[in-house]
């Protein structure tokens, strides 16, 4: 596959104190990404809520787009026929593309699955579909995301080992089939490694990826099938252990994660890229993530405050509004609402990695955060 | 009563070949207002779908802020102690508000009328509330607004003249009393002509509005009590023989008003202000109004087409995405199709309005308003 993607360059100076945060960039043909990096996910062809003027305001590095959905709606060939995913959405920075595997296997009704593939049914007309390793791609291909990822058997939380293990397996294979298929010239494949909690199995997982590796690379490793039921613990242990035993010069994507905590910890143990619809979704239902922690706007004690939202940070919604404004547009069920709440939790999220990268480079993470964590207020702010 | 206001200065050259149709503009303290100009309305504080920095690229002169709907939530006294309706929704170009009146008679359940004012029961708690000439005026004292409409009874359309005639007297009543209420400083209080389809019954009220304005002018005339279930024709020829006669030297505003087509009619007969909730809620339920006539976004048609919703419009829905898009969006149930639709709608009624100034100010608007028309295709374009 050729390529116009970097690999991941460390912007970390080599004297800093921490053992696994890093921050660094990587190339791809519609701009460069600097990590750690939040990605906003546009499930259907827009990140919910925001216009890309907005979010280009907001300033992610690269935003998430969903195969599933767009492959059954409306469809990967209209998508390729107009220009491309970029072109469509009127996005024109990095995009990552997830392979449809997490919506096929957490979503659809009816499914089959084989070795193949996997048959399922659209929830919206009850039409018949097959995603396969080699559909996948070529969705993703028609798409034209910069970053393609492998579809992978995702499989439910807490699965019992020999499952799991023939599961991986499969993923293996089918990873095999993805790097088979040809992508165009400008995008790069991510692994996607499995192995539920279990470390062992991470690491057994890792090799098979790491073996397909050697005969030709990945642009990036993903760690899939986390956050999906298991302990906070469990996860965490998980990825204390397992995060910097994936490749140093390619970038490390945890997804489906997560929460401002997640983030924080994630970055701490050597995370580059996360994806969530938290932000967003929290924002529909008036949880705002804020420096000091957790505001649920449609309080009573917010009905009259003069108050930004939140005051050390800089987005429109912040600079703009106060909270009793805020408070009057979710109560009166205004669709502003979802669109201000939006664009302040992705800015507070994006605004998170990017903190947590100039305090990286600033050899200065783990005061930064300490910092951050003490200033999450448990009660409301 | 002091105010910033100016009085209506025509910016028609005399030798323009229109009788009617007029360009001018007058001042307020949040900015000059360009007329013919149609005023967006923001019922609870925001122009639905919109923040205030998309409307300030859509460029309204003046946007329609709702005395009944702020009154009853998060309240008058809350946003005059928050800095008024202009800072609460972060909008600081002119705002009008009306007087309660039309809602409180269209909208509320039980009420009784009395001299004194009506008695209503909120919608959203049953709770009971007063609105008297008094309290309209004290309301829009608090939001602060530029234009203050005065408390009119807005009797149901097709009302007996009997009734209407009773009605009428009322009105100037309260007229009377809107305007011994002290206003802010930079309040302009603008009076509303009421009598239904029947030219005669319209003098008459407007005579007696007039003898009111030789003793302390008022800053605007409105034509209410239109638009409200009478035919169109009746609308019309009402139209095209009383609004001249409303004072030269004052804006006039047709209330409540409407359609394109309805704007251009207006503008032809010198109307100087409109506003109407139309342009955001059909962009809400996919109607969208260009200038080759009426889009149903959500028609098959539309599904794979390349083309911008208007050739002819420079707004940013147009500018970025297309058809298909749009159409996508729509299917999809995203919140974004509302805020697309919403921003094209009013640029496209707001852009009507200062194109037609410029051919009015080129002695050009016959023309204009022959091409507009003509343009406007009855088959979907």
């Known amino acids: 596959m050729s390529s116009p993607f970097s690999a991941f360059v460390p912007d970390t100076p080599p004297t800093g104190a921490e053992p696994a945060a890093r921050a660094g960039h990587f190339s791809t043909a519609h701009g460069t990404v600097l990590t750690p990096a939040f990605m906003p996910v546009g499930t259907q062809g827009t990140v919910k809520g925001v216009t890309p003027a907005q979010l280009e305001a907001i300033g992610p590095q690269v935003i998430l787009g969903n195969t599933y959905h767009l492959g059954l709606r409306p469809g990967d060939e209209l998508i390729r026929d107009l220009g491309g995913l970029h072109a469509f ?3 024109h920075g990095p995009i990552l593309t997830d392979s449809g595997g997490f919506q096929v296997f957490s979503l659809a009704g009816l499914r089959r699955i084989t070795e193949e593939g ?3 049914q659209s929830p919206f007309d009850g039409s018949s579909h097959f995603l396969s390793p080699e559909r996948s791609m070529e969705i993703q291909r028609n798409l034209g995301s910069d970053i393609v990822m492998a579809l992978d058997e995702c499989p439910p939380g807490r699965l019992e080992r020999d499952k799991l293990e023939v599961s991986m397996a499969r993923t293996t294979r ?6 088979a298929f040809p992508l165009a010239g400008h995008q790069g494949l991510f692994a ?13 997982h890792l090799e098979e990826i790491l073996a397909l590796d050697r005969e030709q690379p990945f642009q990036g490793f993903a760690v899939g099938g986390l956050s999906v039921g298991e302990a906070k613990d469990e996860m965490n242990e998980l990825l204390a252990a397992f995060v910097r035993q994936l490749p140093a010069d390619r970038p490390r994507y945890l997804m489906g994660v997560g929460t401002p905590e997640d983030l924080l910890f994630g970055i701490e143990h050597g995370v580059d890229l996360f994806d969530c619809v938290l932000p967003t979704r929290e924002a529909r239902h008036g949880t705002l993530l804020t420096s000091r922690g957790r505001v649920k706007i449609k309080n009573a004690r917010h009905k009259a405050s003069p108050e930004p939202l ?6 429109y919604t912040c600079r703009t509004f ?6 009057h547009l979710f109560r009166t069920g205004e669709m502003l609402a979802s669109t201000l709440n939006s664009i302040h939790n992705l800015s507070y999220t994006v605004g998170l990695t990017r903190d947590a990268r100039q305090a990286i480079l600033a050899c200065q993470f783990p005061d930064f955060a300490r910092r951050t964590r003490e200033n999450w207020n448990t009660e409301e702010p």
Chains 1, 2 share one sequence.
């Open 310 to 315: 939140d005051p050390d940070c800089n987005c």
């Open 118 to 120: 996997v048959t399922f």
């Open 89 to 91: 959405m009127g996005w």
């Open 174 to 179: 089918w990873l095999r089939r993805c790097r």
């Open 192 to 204: 996607i490694n499995q192995g539920g909690v279990h470390l062992d199995l991470r690491r057994q």
């Open 322 to 327: 106060t909270r009793a404004y805020l408070h």
